[in-house]
């Protein structure tokens, strides 16, 4: 699809950043990028090849990305059988992935704002792959023992970023078609 090919072409901030050059440079890298860091096309090809089988050709299924960037992860997603969901930090590029993806007959409902922000659904599939290592800090985190801890907001108010993302896409996913 040509989207694809317009989706490639956004500049992120992700994307405008050389890679830090040491460990110690990597945190300096997630400030200025707003932790953005993409996912191989490799990868994206073998989640899809992992999960399509899954998908029968008459259903629509509900797809979650909760670190969607320029989308990558749904790059083999149909709009006739998919819809797209997701949310990232960088409120600009999410309005010009929700644009292209609309313009291209994709359902999509992409917001701005991070994990720790979100009250979501339930998803027939999640495609995930979360920034690691960020201390997620926030009231409205959903509680889930032994991965949310006290923090500054109180109880089950602090979470590392990957251990929140796997637990979330657990609990939120139905059986694969139960849609």
Not at 2 to 21: E, F, I, N, P
Not at 58 to 70: C, F, P, Q, T, V
Not at 109 to 137: C, H, K, T
């Amino acid at each position: 699809m040509s989207c694809w090919k317009d989706l490639d072409s956004l500049v992120s901030r992700g994307k405008k950043t050389a890679k830090a050059s040491s460990l110690g440079g990597l945190h300096a890298k997630r400030e200025e990028t707003l932790s953005q860091f993409f996912t191989p096309a490799w990868v994206v090809r073998f989640l899809w090849d992992t999960i399509s089988e899954a998908f029968e050709p008459a259903r629509r299924y509900r797809l979650l990305d909760n670190s969607i960037g320029s989308a990558s992860m749904f790059r083999y997603a149909e709009p006739t059988q998919h819809t797209l969901h997701g949310f990232d930090v960088d409120g600009e590029l999410v309005d010009q992935v929700s644009g292209v993806l609309d313009a291209s007959g994709y359902r999509v409902d992409i917001q701005q704002a991070g994990m720790q922000e979100v009250s979501l659904g339930r998803y027939s599939a999640a495609l995930i792959n979360p920034p690691f290592s960020i201390n997620l800090a926030s009231p409205n985190l959903t509680p889930y023992p032994g991965v949310t801890h006290y923090g500054r907001h109180g109880p089950d108010t602090s979470a590392l970023s990957h251990e929140y993302a796997l637990i979330m896409r657990r609990q939120l996913l139905w059986p694969l078609g139960d849609n």
